[in-house]
């Protein structure tokens, strides 16, 4: 048995299931990667923190952690959404995407979020695809995935 005050690490999945703001089974400690003094680091630059390192579904698990109710929430909410992390961060990833075309991105892709990553490789594969048409080796232009299901989920959400 454990004593009140007891520190442990589990996995964010349990920690959601014995979070009960009633009962107070558990409290959820924040991983230094959204505490104030990271989120200072990267209100400062955001391309330079290798995210990765720090934690490879930085975006995921951070908006998981919005489940508990930490008094951080809204800064760490503001800190994954805000221009100076995602969004100046999502646009080098695409014009990296579009520019190193055949380099090695290696040391790119080392420093990227797992999101991140799956933005760099539809980037890639954008270009690649409009390249082959460009070149008379696909016989048409298709709609991305994304388009797709974005056109399913508009209509039948017209349907309900």
């Not at 959601?16 to 009962?23: I, N, Q, T, V, W």
């Not at 558990?26 to 680091?41: H, N």
């Amino acid at each position: 048995s454990f004593v009140q005050g007891s520190k442990l690490e589990i996995p964010l999945w349990l920690a959601k299931g014995l979070h009960d703001s009633k009962r107070r089974i558990i409290s959820v400690e924040l991983p230094k990667i959204y505490k104030e003094a990271w989120r200072t680091v990267f209100s400062a630059d955001a391309n330079v923190v290798d995210l990765h390192k720090m934690g490879p579904y930085y975006y995921g698990f951070g908006s998981q952690l919005l489940n508990f109710d930490s008094p951080e929430n809204p800064e760490i909410a503001q800190t994954i959404l805000q221009a100076s992390t995602f969004i100046s961060r999502f646009r080098r990833i695409m014009d990296s995407s579009q520019n190193a075309y055949n380099e090695d991105t290696s040391a790119l892709l080392a420093r990227l979020d797992e999101l991140e990553r799956a933005l760099f490789r539809a980037g890639q594969k954008g270009l690649n695809d409009f390249q082959c048409w460009e070149k008379g080796q696909a016989s048409q232009i298709t709609a991305s995935s994304l388009v797709q299901n974005y056109g399913k989920r508009k209509f039948t959400d017209m349907d309900g």
